[in-house]
């Protein structure tokens, strides 16, 4: 079966919904893009990768219509994990999609004018270039060594044929804990306990090994261990702890960035952490039970979580309920719950892509899938592959005479673009039903208005200013009850701003309204006749002095709502 792995990489920068981009592409492409869209998007470079590389963030929003600080806003990132390349190629997708909608399609310019949508397409550009460039051995994040600097013995992973690719060596032995499979000669299965006719191998990756006693093959610790998303502090622990988890919090360029980046723009509500892969749509909490988290966040996770599971068939579930490696070992560092815990916004990290979904097969253990699958189903994902991308993605096993182990056969799985991420004739299955629950999302903010305004003229110049802020949105103004909780969700300020010569008689310059209930407070909650309270808006008052026929200019705000304003004519 042929194997082409730069046959999915985009040759140029121009945008093709089927292709991967290396960083030039894509830098090249992204700059483009906000060249011919000048009053929707701008492009910033939020900090330098460990090689010197620019991490770009991107604001997608009608700046005639406000600033983006001034609008509710979302937050979406892609490729903390260096070879999930899918999240970068959604990214894109959602971009041309909005910009080339706007101005002929009413849904996408309400999205521009309300919302604010920020987007870091790649976050670990690094090892993504490296690893699109041609079969590397794996990054999981970054090209920083770690926790050693130095190469270590055993088995490194290399590409000793030569034909560009590492994938795996299959070396025959009478111990071997591997067979071929009945039901598809290229798929290995475990050899049963009791059997004992037949050939029988020992599979290892692709490599050589690095000072061999010529006897037991060991692998070499990866050379480049760390994880990004296990670099945050959120419950964050050292590497003998936690895998990965880098020097300290923080430690790394790309995650500082990303971090720096959050804390600057208090006006996002929630985010997308982009991942591969899985088609599962995750959920906070990590380290504890969903059922313990506060009801309202639930409620929230819940309904919008629901929408997600509308437009790409992927179920959301908790990590900790549904996707733990190890309950008693729960992952620690991880952005996700730093966002949730600490910034009171509401994240989902959606793993793109299942090769096993494609092919038909269902998977409820998500994580006991990885280990636990039987030979026939990889049969049944390789068959999928045959026919749909004529079996691109598994190189076929080829005898090879290794210098150190003899002769072994090369061949296997091209894990990059078949597990990891859709072949690019794909692709677009998968990012287009996700980047439309990210623009549903985008769209789930609180949201302030400024209505009932009245003017009542007491004589002498005076005037009893008076209005009311209501929240129109999803989410109540604090966001998130988490948010609210950790006292970090700033109430809505109602205030005003005087004409020349206009002085404040009655009332504080600027109110404090407290929050402001959004729909999602009333999801899941117990009701008679579905009656509600009204808690969604506050009255606020000033009377002041002003010359008759000026103009003040009232405004209520709260970060995760925006700004809403209004100009009143005092008319006497
Ligand atoms: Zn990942």
Redesign the pocket.
Known sequence: MPITPGRWIAPTSDYRPDRYYRYRELTDLLHRWTQEYPGLLAIESIGTSYEGRAIWALTLTDRASGAPETKPAYFVDAN??AD?VTGVATVLWLLHHVLSGAGHDVAIDRLLRETTIYLVPAVNVDAMDLGLAEDQEFYRSSRRPFPKDERQDGLVESDVDGDGTIVTMRLKDPAGPWAISSHDPRIMRQRRPDELEGDFYFLLPEGEIRNWDGATIPLAPELYGLDA?RNFPADWAPFWVQHGAGRYPLSEPETKALADFLFAHPNIHGSQHL??FSGCILRPPTNYPTSDMPALDQAIFTSIGAMGEEETGYPCIGIYDDFAYDRKQAMKGGLLDWVYEQLGIIPFST?LWSLAAKAGIEVTDFIGFFKNRSDAVDAAMLKCLDETVGGEGFRAWTPFDHPQLGPVEIGGWRRTFTWTNPPGDLLEEVTAPNARFILRAAQTGPRLAIRDIAVEPLGDDLFRVSLTVHNDGFLPTHGSAMAKQAGIAEPVKASIALADGGSLVSGEPVLDLGHLEGRANVVGTLSWNDVFPVKNRARASWIVRQAAGSTVTVSAATPKAGIATADIALEG
């Open positions: 903390i994990h999930e998303n991942h591969t793993e």
